[in-house]
């Protein structure tokens, strides 16, 4: 079992930045792929930014250039730094856990963007 804890969501003006933090633990294959959903009210969940343990991303091509997805290995973490936040970002940020056919979700952070 692979547990996750999400941070760093919150309220924002329309320009600003958010990082959002991601800690997973407990039983960790090396080799697994972590990243970032979202899910507006009213909306289906939808893909933010994915990245592999080695290191390759894939985003979805709305957030390319205003958002940026990391992860530290030995720490098991995984971040998502967003700028120029727009209303439009608002909803429930999701990270998740995937390795082989198992995959995991996190409780889900707020992020709300005034405008």
């Known amino acids: 079992q692979v547990q996750l804890v999400e941070s760093g969501g919150g309220l924002v003006q329309a320009g600003g930045s958010l990082r959002l933090s991601c800690a997973a633990s407990g039983s960790i294959f090396s080799i697994n792929a972590m990243g970032w959903y979202r899910q507006a009210p009213g909306k289906q969940r939808e893909l933010v930014a994915t990245?592999?343990?080695?290191?390759?991303?894939n985003y979805a091509d709305s957030l390319k250039g205003r958002f940026t997805i990391s992860r530290d290995n030995a720490k098991n973490t995984v971040y998502l730094q967003m700028n120029s936040l727009k209303p439009e970002d608002t909803g429930v940020y999701y990270c998740?856990?995937?390795?082989?056919?198992?995959?995991?979700w996190g409780q889900g952070t707020q992020v709300t963007v005034s405008s």
């Open positions: 998740k856990y995937m390795a082989s056919t198992y995959f995991r």
């Open positions: 990245i592999t343990s080695s290191g390759n991303t």
